[in-house]
Structure formats: C-alpha cells, structure tokens
C-alpha cells in the first residue's frame, strides 16, 4: 500500500499487514504522525483492464509557459577619449617624415658585462695556479699518491 504523509508529501510503500488500523506512522522525513486510512479497492470491468505491455502511456500536457517579459533596455555606456599627448608622437621607422636620427652605439649605456668577465679571468687564474702546483709539487704528489706516478710518466714529467 502506499501512503502518503500529509505534512511533508513524502510516499512510502508499505505492505497491507505492517499498517494496523487506527495505528499512527510517523514519518521518516519531517516525523509526523498520522493514522493512515485504508483505501477500499475500486472495482473496475474486466473488459476495461488492458495488459500492462498495451496499456497507453499517458503524458500530462507541459504547463502553460508564462508570459513573456520584455528585457529591460539599458542606456548605452559613455565612452570618453583620454586627450593625446602635444609631446607623444609614436617613433615609424619606415616612416620618411620622422625627423629624429636612429640611435647611435655611443648613446647606448655600455654593457653591464664586467662581472662575467672577472668570472673568466678568476677560473683562467685558478686553472693556471693548479697547473702550476701540479708540476711544481710532483715529487711531493707521487710520493703522497702513487697512482698519480703514472700520469707525470704519461706527460714526460717524472
């Protein structure tokens, strides 16, 4: 059977021997009691039952739309120009009427490269100060490595 709380509208379906008559149910959703009454069944003539596969489906016809409301009309936004600059003339370089020379190398700050070439120049002095204690101190390096022997007799410098 099927019931229906009348607070909330929530359907429940309930077999016939759960619902005692003249016992409240409480719904699950708002918690309501009420005693729901058993619906008598309704004869109907066999010739008006069809079999469920040809029974016809029917559809309830869409709601009427509601009338149409017509879009409010906004005012148009003001657009304003910012005034142009006396001083500002965009620079064309294809352009024949611009009266100002290209820029020359000499107005052009030097370039910001004397850190990199300091790093150069330490590494080359590094490099040849090892080099250097390498040949200078090769008894010495022999002596505390003695792979190292076959290196110094590789280059002549033993």
Known sequence: ????????????????????PGKAVRCARCGHEWAPVAAAPIAVPEAAVLPPAAAPAVVPPPPPLPPEVPAPVLDEPKLF???????????NVDSVDDERPPP??????????????????????????????GFAFRVAIMAAWPPSQR???ALGLH
């Open 104 to 133: 020359r190398n000499d107005d052009l700050p030097p370039p910001r490269d004397s850190g990199v070439m300091l790093g150069w120049v330490a590494s080359l002095v590094v490099l040849v100060a090892l080099g250097w204690a």
């Open 81 to 91: 120009a910012a005034p142009r600059l006396a001083a500002y003339r965009p620079r």
């Open 1 to 20: 059977m099927r019931i229906v709380c009348p607070d909330c509208r929530a359907a429940y379906e309930v077999p016939e021997q759960r619902l005692a």
């Open 151 to 153: 290196l110094y007799v």
